[in-house]
Structures are given as C-alpha cells and as structure tokens.
C-alpha cells in the first residue's frame, strides 16, 4: 500500500535560517509528489509539485523540493524562512492509475520564531 | 487562476437539523471533486470522490446515507450533512480537480458545529 511519512510533526526555527521538511513515501508505482501549506483556519494551497522532468521544482515564495527516486523521498527546504511562512505543511503523493486519491502525511508545524 | 470556493465557510446548527456545503470550482472545471474531513492538528481525510454526473465513492467507514454528496455539474459539488450530531462538528474541505490533471486544488473549508 502506499503511504507518506512526514518525519518532524512540528519544526521549530528562527528567522532568516534555512529549513527542511522532511517528506519519505512508500510506492511500487511511479508517483506524482505535492507539498500544500495550510493557514490556519483555512484550506490547503499547493505550494509546489513534481510531475516529471526536473526533480528539483521551486515556488513563488522561495521553496524548493527535490524528487529523489532512490531514497523515495520529497523534501522541502528554504534557504532564509520568514516570520510568515508559520504554517502547517503537508507532503502529498497521488498515482498515474486508478482514482487518483491524494494520500496525505500527517504534516508538519512550522514554527518560525523571531 | 484555479480557485475553489466553498459556502459557508461556518456554520452552527441543531443536533437532528441537516446542513448543505456548496464548492464550486470559478475557473475551470472540475471533473472530479473531492470531500475531507479535518481535526484538530491532524492531517486530511477523505470522506469521497466525486464525478461529474456519476455517484460519489465513499471511502471505507463513511456513512453514504449520513453525507450526500451531489456532484451535478462541472463547477459545482454539495455535500449534505443530514441529522447532524454533535460529533459530526468538524473542518470540512473540498478539492477540485480538472480533467487529465494531477493536482487538487482546495477550497478554503468549512466549519460546522453542531449544538
């Protein structure tokens, strides 16, 4: 079965240093990877995805993630996090086949502390 | 673009009462929408998936009769919490998601409270 595992359930960092979230999924199949971050209080937004080509995919806000097939893995990392990156994030895989369900870690709370 | 809405973003009712939640994807459309429940500090779980025009798929565990789910056109899901009890109070967020497309795109959710 396939399943996300997202290792920190709460990352605590001050500001301007650089973070990772770490994100491992477990699939005999080839997947497509997302990270979302939620706000309190409100819905998920997708902050970046890999779908193919270069596994090394960036968003808007300055993060990064980097597909890395052979350890299964999908972290998250940004080089200089600010006092509003304070965030639930969570790392999502969904499959070519079938329904196409997002299976989703348990998340992880980014506490950016001045 | 790829923006979902949802209506209402609270709600509070009677225990017994039913209660509809409405999401609309405004600039695409979506073939394929999704319902999750969320608690407090823990990740997502999907309650169903539906299709345009096709009945929706529970996951194992959620009472089809408890949560309708109508997905009646390409912008358009409602999910219905019928005879609401109080532990049926949550965060519930839906996703949208276009044809041949990988990514859920979420509404902002709703809270219910049931009293």
């Known amino acids: 079965a396939q399943s996300v595992t997202q290792l920190d359930s709460q990352v605590p960092v001050f500001e301007e240093a650089p973070v990772e979230l770490r994100c491992n999924y477990s699939?005999?199949?080839?997947?497509?990877l997302f990270w979302y971050v939620q706000y309190p209080n409100q819905g998920l937004q997708l902050l970046l995805k890999?779908?193919?080509?270069?596994?090394l995919v960036e968003s808007i806000n300055g993060f990064e993630a980097e597909f890395n097939k052979s350890q299964t893995s999908f972290h998250l990392r940004k080089p200089s996090v600010h006092i509003s990156d304070t965030a639930e994030y969570f790392c999502?895989?969904?499959?070519?086949?079938?329904?196409?369900?997002?299976?989703f870690g348990q998340g992880t709370r980014l506490t950016i502390n001045p | 673009g790829a923006v979902v809405s949802q209506h209402p973003s609270r709600v509070i009712c009677k225990s017994g009462t039913s209660v509809k939640i409405e999401c609309r994807s405004l600039?695409?459309?979506?073939?394929?929408m999704f319902w999750y429940r969320q608690f407090p500090k823990q990740s997502l779980m999907l309650m169903a998936t539906?299709?345009?025009?096709?009945?929706?798929?529970?996951e194992q565990g959620v009472e089809k009769d408890k949560f309708l789910i109508n997905h009646a056109s390409l912008t358009l899901s409602t999910l219905t919490v019928t005879s609401a009890h109080p532990e049926d109070s949550s965060f519930y967020i839906c996703?949208?998601?276009?044809?041949?497309?990988?990514?859920?795109?979420f509404g902002p959710g709703t809270r219910l409270t049931v009293t």
């Open positions: 699939s005999s199949v080839s997947v497509y």
């Open positions: 890999y779908l193919s080509g270069s596994t």
């Open positions: 996703s949208a998601r276009a044809d041949r497309a990988y990514e859920q795109y």
């Open positions: 999502a895989v969904t499959f070519s086949w079938g329904a196409q369900k997002l299976v």
């Open positions: 600039d695409f459309q979506a073939t394929t």
């Open positions: 539906s299709n345009e025009g096709s009945k929706a798929t529970y």
